[in-house]
């Protein structure tokens, strides 16, 4: 049987045995599982569109280096998928993890940019793609002292305030995890030009504000801030966690008004810590637990239980929701990274029913999971393992869903996507959960 058969076969059996499971579920979580290769002649038309952010980013999220496929940063950084074989409906996000041995090749085919199947050089068209994205115009600034605006910020209004982490090494770095790799590489390759691994707050607020001031198209238009970068164990520019990202709360915060959602990435802060942060404006947080199992969590994020421990992680997350409210907490989980062997689960079942144990306990106290597929990150300790089957994604997704609907909680966003749930209509590039439920309705067809 061919490779390219028994992927159409593998796709669309799924899509038998999950009849309750939307095409762009499955099809999107297969995608983010294998990453996504992008032809030369695609790579030239890449001009003046908004490429992957490598500079002023934590995270490549490439499952090859640069040294393996140069072009990488010419890449888009995410596609949008359409129509094709399956009836794609909406936009179908998905995040550019550049891949070079991967099944899913954006070609153009027949003139049209489109995204094909692959098995050894034959190539099957099975979707097509919306239009890149423009490059956003506050990329091409820059500050008075030579800062680019556009290692401030993402496209939205997420800037990485802090580009290093201080769990840092194998004793504390979390293993399915790339950004210290990511500021060395973006460095060495001259698409990171910072020079300290951390940014300027009243710069980073005036970028953001930029944002919001831009003239852009409907799709295009930003919706809040997240504010991310790594852990501060110790201090950074003299200041603790705390401290140090509350001065972005602030800064932003008084520079954008009280219209816009503001979302901090860190820790779990103790009550009085989060305190702080809502009072100067955040409205939401995040607080990345990664893997539900304890035990678990201890091996693949050292540093964490080191530092904060699974109880406490979990106490303060409970605690986070008395400051900022009922599903104003979210935590991220790297879906599937409870099967890395040699530690994790074998069997799919097994970790399914711990994950989805997980998402039940965060779900009933007002947190809402934010499922982010699991891949092999050339610069993570995590390489060399064998990826969690599809089914185990599509069922994790499922449970997701049907307890987000039972728990009455919104769908997650991380303050800066819009919180639009349903086939193509998700935001978040590298999670197919939100691609759960409701069909689009006709008026959000985007035609
Ligand atoms: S806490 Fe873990 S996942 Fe987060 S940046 Fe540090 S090493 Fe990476």
Request: charged share 25%.
């Amino acid at each position: 049987m061919s490779g390219l058969i028994s992927k159409r076969e593998e796709l669309e059996a799924h899509f038998k045995r999950y009849p309750d499971v939307p095409r762009e579920v499955i099809l999107k979580s297969d995608m983010l599982r294998l990453g996504v290769f992008f032809t030369e002649p695609v790579t030239q038309l890449t001009e003046g569109c908004r490429t992957k952010l490598y500079g002023g980013n934590v995270f490549a999220h490439d499952i090859v280096t640069p040294d393996e496929m140069p072009r990488v940063f010419r890449v888009p950084e995410f596609i949008e998928l359409r129509g094709g074989l399956y009836g794609l409906r909406g936009r179908l996000r998905v995040h550019s993890r550049v891949n070079t041995k991967t099944p899913y090749v954006v070609d153009v085919v027949d003139g049209a940019v489109r995204l094909c199947l692959r098995e050894g050089e034959r190539k099957e068209p099975i979707a097509d793609l919306w239009p890149f994205r423009p490059e956003p115009k506050f990329w091409s600034k820059k500050f008075e002292d030579g800062t680019p605006y556009k290692e401030l910020s993402w496209a939205e209004p997420h800037p990485i305030v802090f580009l290093m982490c201080q769990h840092w090494g194998p004793k504390e770095e979390c293993k399915f995890c790339e950004i210290n790799y990511t500021w060395n590489m973006t460095h060495q390759h001259g698409v990171g030009t910072l020079k300290k691994p951390y940014t300027d707050p009243q710069q980073v607020a005036e970028v953001i504000a930029e944002i919001f001031r831009e003239e852009r198209a409907p799709e295009d238009k930003p919706y809040g801030v997240l504010i991310d970068g790594g852990t501060i164990t110790k201090q950074v520019a003299g200041l603790t966690e705390n401290e140090f990202y509350l001065r972005y709360v602030e800064a932003i915060r008084e520079k954008i008004g009280p219209t816009w959602p503001i979302c901090v990435m860190s820790h779990p802060q103790t009550k009085e810590g989060a305190k702080r942060w809502r009072d100067a404006g955040a409205t939401k947080q995040c607080a990345n637990i990664e893997v539900w199992d304890k035990r678990l969590f201890g091996t693949i994020c050292p540093g964490k239980e080191r530092h904060i421990g699974w109880d406490n992680w979990v106490k303060r997350m409970l605690d986070e929701v008395e400051v900022f409210g009922w599903g104003n907490v979210e935590a991220t989980f790297v879906a599937g990274v409870e099967m890395a062997q040699p530690w994790g689960f074998t069997e799919v079942r097994d970790a399914v029913r711990s994950t989805t144990s997980g998402m039940e306990y965060l779900m009933s106290h007002g947190i809402v999971p934010m499922m982010v597929v699991w891949a092999f990150y050339a610069g993570a300790a995590l390489k060399d393992q064998v990826r969690p089957p599809l089914e185990y994604y599509v069922e994790i997704a499922r449970n997701w869903y049907e307890l987000l609907c039972k728990y009455r909680l919104p769908g997650p966003t991380y303050g800066v996507w819009a919180p639009r749930m349903g086939p193509g209509r998700f935001e978040m590039v590298s999670s197919a959960v939100g691609d759960m439920g409701d069909e689009p309705l006709p008026s959000q067809s985007y035609d």
